[in-house]
């Protein structure tokens, strides 16, 4: 029986600012999580690609507000930092 791979605890490392800033991150770092483990079955951020994190900003935030896709792309930029990855996303 494998444990469910805990996202507050990748994050905390990157994580700063506010306490709701990072509430915040957390939330939609798991929303992130659960879409792509939905779509292509990669349940921890080690397994994803970018192209993972560029379909999520592409069809699942493609009816949202701009600013709702600026604090997306903050998040993942806060996972890529995390996975030591170059990967570039723009708001």
């Known amino acids: 029986m494998s444990k469910p791979f805990d996202m507050e605890l990748f ?16 939330r939609q770092a798991k929303i992130i999580q659960a879409e792509i ?11 994803w690609q970018r192209k993972h ?3 999520f900003l592409e ?13 997306y792309v903050l998040t993942i ?7 030591k990855t170059s990967w570039g996303f723009n708001p």
């Not at 994050?11 to 957390?26: D, I, K, N, P, S």
């Open 11 to 26: 994050l905390a490392g990157v994580l700063t600012g506010a306490h709701a800033t990072q509430q915040r991150h957390l």
């Open 59 to 71: 069809h699942h935030l493609s009816h949202r507000s701009k600013a709702t896709r600026y604090y």
């Open 77 to 83: 930029r806060l996972l890529a930092r995390r996975l």
């Open 37 to 47: 483990a939905a779509r292509w079955q990669r349940q921890t951020p080690w397994a």
């Open 53 to 55: 994190l560029a379909w």
